[in-house]
């Protein structure tokens, strides 16, 4: 089970239970990952609601790798993410919000 207060999130992938979580390492590998983008500006996409779903998978595997995730990144191009593509999504702005503070399309109701 996930610790909010710790900064994890649960996401069920192809039925199996998974907590994920930014650590600082996880955070630096998404910042190589993110190329030329910071964390501020994926930060922004987001309270934007302009993230895509390239954000979104980067910010899923580096949450499952902070939990202690050992796959790949293609692993997950066909599995099957309980709530789809939108709890995808869900899970993606709550780390960032339980990494870093709250975003606004969160604490609105949105994503």
């Known amino acids: 089970m996930a610790n909010p207060f ?9 039925g199996q239970q998974h ?3 930014l650590t600082l390492g996880a ?3 998404l910042e190589a990952g993110l ?6 500006a994926l930060i922004g996409r987001f309270e934007e609601g302009r993230f895509s779903s390239r954000d979104v998978l980067a910010l899923i595997v580096c949450g499952l790798r902070g939990g202690g995730w050992q796959g790949h990144t293609s692993d997950l191009l066909q599995a099957e993410i309980d709530g789809g593509a939108l ?3 869900r899970v993606a702005a ?9 975003l606004k399309a969160a604490d609105h ?3």
């Open 6 to 14: 710790a900064g994890e999130v649960a996401l069920a992938i192809d």
């Open 19 to 21: 907590v994920l979580k």
């Open 27 to 29: 955070l630096a590998e």
């Open 35 to 40: 190329g030329e983008d910071t964390l501020v």
């Open 87 to 89: 709890q995808a999504a």
């Open 94 to 102: 709550q780390l960032l919000v339980r990494a870093f503070g709250p």
């Open 109 to 111: 109701g949105g994503v």
